[in-house]
């Protein structure tokens, strides 16, 4: 997931903030891994990674995250994305600051 930050004004373009699967994306681009490859193989590779959860920045190690997942193999990096899908929802879910907070995050200011 992906959002874009609140407009500060000006013309220049905003960046946006990788969350969710797609930070795990971002940083599985940068790593040694290949694949097919197991769980241990992503944990070793990337599991003290820590990935933003939310718009918010908040975020948890990919190695706790990963635990939730019942594949024990992945046989390319989507499968991967897919099966984490899940369990970075629930997390998410979960460990945010509520309904206020989720209205919150939707809101462009």
């Known amino acids: 997931m992906g959002v ?6 000006d013309d ?4 946006s903030i990788e969350f969710g699967i797609a930070a795990v994306d971002a940083r599985l681009k940068d790593a040694d891994l290949s ?22 920045g908040n975020d948890v190690a990919l190695g706790e995250v990963l635990e939730a997942v019942d594949a024990e ?3 390319s990096r ?14 998410r879910r979960h460990h945010s600051g509520g309904v206020f907070q989720q209205v919150r995050s939707m809101l462009p200011f």
């Open 4 to 9: 874009r930050p609140p407009s500060s004004g």
């Open 12 to 15: 220049d373009e905003p960046e």
């Open 35 to 56: 694949f097919p490859a197991t769980k241990d193989d992503v944990a070793a590779a990337l599991g003290h990674e820590h990935i933003p959860y939310d718009v918010h």
């Open 73 to 75: 193999e992945f046989q």
């Open 78 to 91: 989507q499968e991967l994305l897919n099966e984490l899908h899940e369990p970075f929802e629930e997390y």
